[in-house]
């Protein structure tokens, strides 16, 4: 049986980070086209409505540039159009120059949303769709909010919209429609042509040349992957079609297989360049600081392969049942150089500008010396600027863990 050329696991954290732009200190302006060149990097931002800090997109950009602030995004999607919003396996801010990729997106989801919203929402959004259209053209971008006057506006959860919100969020998906920009975080639709810049909207990829490049760009910023989480990256192919890709790669010598050791010890398959090893000897070793992630960090969203790498546990307690029970709290796990070193409990008090941390959880043989507590409290300082909060407040107990 023929044996696979190995990442060790410290090679493979270190390559991963290195391509997730968490292997260098968080320098830059973090604002106009440094801003737009790191959202392009990253390929794509989650957005996340949930503020117990600060929203994810908020926190993604942070950690990575210690100078970006929350007004900088908006510039960059509503007024310079370099990023656009719509789904990747979430809603997302995605860099612009990879809209005419979406087409194919947004055609594959008419029929799937067409079917399964209709079992799912109130009957009569489609035939509500003309009218939509009709008055955003005549009168202009809006909101749920200025559609379906005469609709039964429900308090019976997400799910259950009023035929005319779910109408433009199906125009939203389908292509007719775009996110125009953000008041707080409602979204505001215009007519794709009005917010869409002409060489992207005009652009036309076929189906293959898609695919092509949706495998290419999540390997680009993966570093090494299955077929699988090429598929997952983007959501912009199937499986099959991402297996297949990999196949005729390997097949003509563009692509190698490898085993990428996990941090338990566990070998498993992945695909990558044939420089991968040259790559991951080269990659930069993370600089100790620690720097506080979102849940939704592009490190972190696949959590089998977190987990795989760095024996962190978090896909499973993505918060503990005591926070989700009483708090509604996310647990935010911390990184120090290329190790995830614990998880902690907080939460913004905006009335008081205080963050107030309740909890921390170290991880397995990680110890809490001087050196490592000061450099947490710097990074909950910087956290805490993020989210407008002017000082930080700890549960009594801080001090002895």
């Avoid at 957005?47 to 540039?65: E, F, G, K, Y």
């Amino acid at each position: 049986m023929t044996t696979l050329p190995r990442l060790t696991n410290a090679q493979a954290r270190r390559l991963f980070l290195h391509h997730h732009l968490l292997a260098t200190r968080p320098t830059g302006l973090g604002k106009g086209d440094d801003l737009a060149a790191l959202i392009h990097n990253l390929g794509f931002v989650q957005l996340d409505s949930i503020n117990t800090v600060a929203r994810a997109h908020h926190m993604i950009l942070h950690v990575r540039r210690q100078s970006y602030r929350a007004p900088a995004l908006d510039r960059v999607t509503s007024q310079t159009r370099q990023g656009f919003e719509h789904w990747t396996h979430d809603a997302s801010i995605i860099s612009m120059p990879f809209f005419p990729h979406w087409r194919h997106k947004m055609a594959r989801e008419e029929a799937r949303i067409r079917k399964q919203w209709s079992a799912w929402r109130r009957d009569g959004f489609l035939e509500k769709t003309e009218e939509v259209l009709r008055q955003i053209a005549d009168q202009g971008a809006c909101c749920s909010a200025d559609v379906g006057a005469d609709e039964k506006r429900s308090s019976g959860g997400w799910w259950d919209w009023h035929p005319s919100k779910t109408a433009l969020e199906y125009l939203w998906r389908t292509g007719a429609l775009s996110v125009c920009h953000r008041r707080g975080f409602r979204k505001y639709y215009d007519l794709t042509e009005n917010v869409i810049p002409p060489e992207y909207l005009n652009a036309r990829t076929y189906l293959e040349e898609t695919v092509d490049w949706a495998c290419n760009a999540a390997l680009d910023r993966l570093g090494f992957a299955t077929s699988g989480e090429l598929a997952n990256f983007w959501d912009l192919t199937t499986k099959e079609e991402a297996k297949t890709w990999c196949a005729r790669g390997v097949a003509d010598q563009s692509l190698i297989e490898i085993e990428v050791e996990g941090a338990d010890g566990r070998l498993r398959k992945h695909i990558a360049r044939p420089d991968v090893f040259e790559r991951a000897t080269t990659a930069p070793e993370p600089p100790g600081m620690i720097r506080i992630l979102s849940p939704f960090d592009p490190a972190l969203r696949d959590r089998k392969r977190a987990e795989l790498l760095f024996g962190f546990h978090y896909r499973i307690e993505i918060f503990t049942p005591e926070a989700k029970r009483q708090y509604g709290y996310y647990v935010f796990p911390v990184l120090e150089g290329a190790k995830l070193i614990c998880r902690i409990d907080m939460k913004c008090d905006r009335k008081s500008e205080k963050l107030n941390v309740r909890a921390f959880w170290p991880e397995r043989g990680v110890r809490m010396g001087p050196g490592r507590r000061k450099r947490l409290h710097a990074a909950l300082e910087r956290t805490a600027r993020l989210a407008g909060s002017q000082n930080l407040s700890f549960a009594p107990d801080w001090q002895r863990l």
